[in-house]
């Protein structure tokens, strides 16, 4: 039997059961912010997000809460899936959700009004972006609609280290009035198996082996992924899934493993089209990833260095698409810990 399953058992404990997912985060929402949540891709600081908002503490320990996913995996969901959760609290209360995604955006989710002493169930889906989410319970003894302003429903508060300092500043308001009681979970957002080319883990487990086979072939090579990042065609616009398959290499960058590490990101076309379109075309595919690695997950732009090789190095024949497929793509060589990028000359340096 669970901590949970315990507190569940004993009548004297106040418990809320709650069905929930991040779609409800990517629902229009009031004053027009269901535009900012349907741009083509996020962006954020989830970093600097997370330190603002774990400085504060509250002033209610003796209320015991406590939070967990109610999932056989507790650290990953898969995408599209249901998430749901369990909180508890040792006498009835007044609950906010705070919700962050793996690019910083943070979600205010209201719960019942009024001291709720009863559960209740909702079933919602997780959405993108993949990667860690961090899903905070802010639990007080009174009412918590000043955390919400002027809004009576849910509130988007951006995804900015200043905006969370600002909410974290009205917690501590709320604090100095009633009692607060603050925890957070973390789980991770994955695709289902085949759902992107590569997995965080997968990742960050190929570029640590080659390390260890440093003595035995050419290093920078172990170090190299091919991924097919998907882009419009003939566009350095990326696609949804060109999103997916970059939030796994974002969550990579942010490990513990890889986070002293730099890289490089090289563009390669098929060829199709002349030289000097193929250049330059590899070049803004391969900063459009560096620029969505920067935007959605704070990766600091000295740690990524560009190259563009347009049609120079195939590794598939261009006979026919399926290979020309192969070609499109952009590659990441990733450093050793504690190397800068160096610059690499390639057919497009003069183009």
Not at 178 to 194: I, S
Not at 224 to 236: H, Q, T, V, Y
Not at 288 to 297: D, G, H, N
Not at 307 to 312: D, I, K, N, T
Request: charged share 20%.
């Amino acid at each position: 039997m669970s901590i949970f399953d315990t507190f569940l058992s004993i009548p004297r404990w106040f418990s809320i059961r709650r069905w929930f997912s991040i779609r409800r985060m990517a629902r229009p929402l009031l004053a027009g912010v269901g535009a900012l949540l349907l741009a083509p891709a996020f962006a954020g600081d989830r970093t600097g997000v997370l330190g603002a908002l774990d400085r504060v503490a509250g002033n209610w320990p003796a209320a015991q809460l406590e939070a967990a996913l109610a999932q056989k995996q507790q650290d990953e969901v898969i995408l599209g899936s249901n998430l749901a959760f369990t909180y508890e609290a040792r006498t009835a209360g007044h609950a906010a959700l705070l919700h962050v995604n793996s690019h910083g955006e943070m979600q205010l989710l209201r719960q019942d009004a009024g001291r709720t002493k009863s559960g209740k169930t909702e079933a919602f889906a997780v959405s993108q972006p993949l990667g860690t989410e961090t899903l905070y319970v802010i639990f007080s003894d009174g009412p918590v609609d000043t955390l919400f302003g002027n809004s009576q429903g849910d509130v988007a508060l951006g995804d900015a280290r200043p905006a969370a300092e600002a909410f974290a500043t009205r917690i501590d308001a709320l604090a100095q009035r009633q009692k607060v009681a603050l925890t957070r979970m973390q789980y991770q957002v994955v695709a289902a198996a085949g759902g992107t080319e590569y997995t965080t883990r997968g990742i960050v487990r190929r570029v640590v082996e080659a390390d260890e086979d440093d003595g035995a072939v050419d290093s920078r090579a172990a170090r190299a992924i091919p991924a097919r990042i998907e882009f419009a065609f003939n566009s350095a616009e990326l696609t949804s899934q060109g999103r997916l398959d970059l939030d796994t290499f974002g969550e990579a960058l942010l490990s513990s493993q890889l986070a002293e590490r730099s890289l490089s990101l090289e563009g390669h076309t098929d060829s199709v089209g002349g030289d000097a379109y193929n250049c330059d075309l590899s070049r803004r595919r391969a900063n459009a990833a560096r620029q969505y690695l920067v935007k959605s997950f704070g990766v600091a732009p000295a740690r990524i260095q560009l190259a563009a090789f347009g049609e120079s190095k195939p590794i598939a024949s261009n006979g026919n698409e399926a290979s020309r497929h192969q070609n499109r793509r952009v590659e990441f060589v990733f450093t050793r810990p504690g190397e800068s990028p160096r610059s690499v000359a390639t057919a497009c340096s003069k183009s």
